[in-house]
Nanobody, 123 residues
Framework: QVQLRESGGGLVQAGGSLRLTCTAS????????MGWFRQAPEKEREFVGA????????YLADSVKGRFAISRDNAKNAVYLQMNSLKPEDTAVYYC????????????????WGQGTQVTVSS
């Protein structure tokens, strides 16, 4: 059973940056696809990006390409979401999830969700 914990959220002005961290325990981390999703109030959980198992290749949603980046450190069982040029519409609770399989953008394919970390971007 993988356990995930997100950290690094906060309040930032538009144009600012934050770095989110998701740490995992309980399984060989490099064999897991790690996904970042976000959920704003009254909206569905949406795909932000993912780091592919084994290769670590990063995939990003079109809405964040050029602003966000994903990286992972298998030695630390951690995946990171670097968020730059933040916009008010990026405000949401950010979650990481794990998948034993290739990257998908569907939240239902991921599990072991962490508790989430709030990101608030003021205008």
């Amino acid at each position: 059973q993988v356990q995930l914990r997100e950290s690094g959220g906060g309040l930032v002005q538009a144009g600012g940056s934050l770095r989110l961290t998701c740490t995992a325990s309980g399984r060989t981390f490099s064999s897991l696809t790690m996904g970042w999703f976000r959920q704003a109030p009254e909206k569905e959980r949406e795909f932000v990006g993912a780091s592919a198992r084994n290769t670590g290749i990063a995939y990003l949603a079109d809405s964040v390409k050029g602003r966000f980046a994903i990286s992972r450190d298998n030695a630390k069982n951690a995946v990171y979401l670097q968020m730059n040029s933040l916009k008010p519409e990026d405000t949401a609770v950010y979650y990481c999830g794990v998948r034993v399989g290739p990257v998908t953008t569907f939240s239902g394919d991921f599990g072991s969700w962490g508790q989430g970390t709030q990101v608030t971007v003021s205008s």
